[in-house]
């Protein structure tokens, strides 16, 4: 194996290991922070890995409105109507509510729940130890692989015309 698919390969390994973590970590927040009504957002979750480039690149997909979740709304318009009387059918609470309830919406907006940032902080945290590892396992797989490429079995450098590519 090549150093590069070597050294991909870890990275991959890393990635992989982030992104499942923040999946997860994404998932405990909301219900954390008691925004599982239906299941639906937390079921919604979920990551991928791609290249871009020589970067590895961990996208998350979840529904629209983990946005708003995070983010908070602003006030403006009105909520879907289907949309309140979902949540407060959800929620037990009565069907005459979810008009005053899209009202105050509309006029005060939602404050935001911070879930990406505090969950890729305890990502971060949790995780140091396994991500370094990876990290080290990489970085010692293409020196390993650089050096022994290099010399010969006395540990000797060889001349440029027989090393190994």
């Not at 925004?35 to 020589?54: F, H, M, P, Q, Y």
């Amino acid at each position: 194996m090549a150093i590069q698919d070597t050294f991909n390969a870890e990275f991959q390994e890393a990635a992989q290991l982030i992104a499942l973590a923040y999946e997860e970590k994404l998932k405990d927040e909301l219900i954390d922070k008691g925004k599982e009504a239906s299941g639906t957002l937390v079921n919604s979750i979920r990551t991928n890995i791609r290249t871009d480039g020589n970067k590895f690149v961990i996208e998350v997909f979840a529904e629209d409105y983990f946005r708003f979740v995070d983010q908070g709304r602003r006030p403006g318009k009105f909520p879907p109507p289907e949309v309140i009387r979902s949540w407060v059918a959800l929620k037990g609470i009565a069907e005459e509510a979810a008009f005053p309830i899209a009202r105050k919406i509309a006029t005060q907006g939602i404050a935001a729940t911070p879930i990406i940032n505090p969950a890729l902080d305890k990502v971060a945290a949790e995780n140091a130890e396994t991500f370094e590892k990876v990290l080290e396992r990489a970085a010692g797989a293409v020196l390993v692989n650089d050096v022994f490429s290099q010399t010969n079995t006395k540990g000797q450098i060889l001349p440029k015309s027989l090393r190994q590519s």
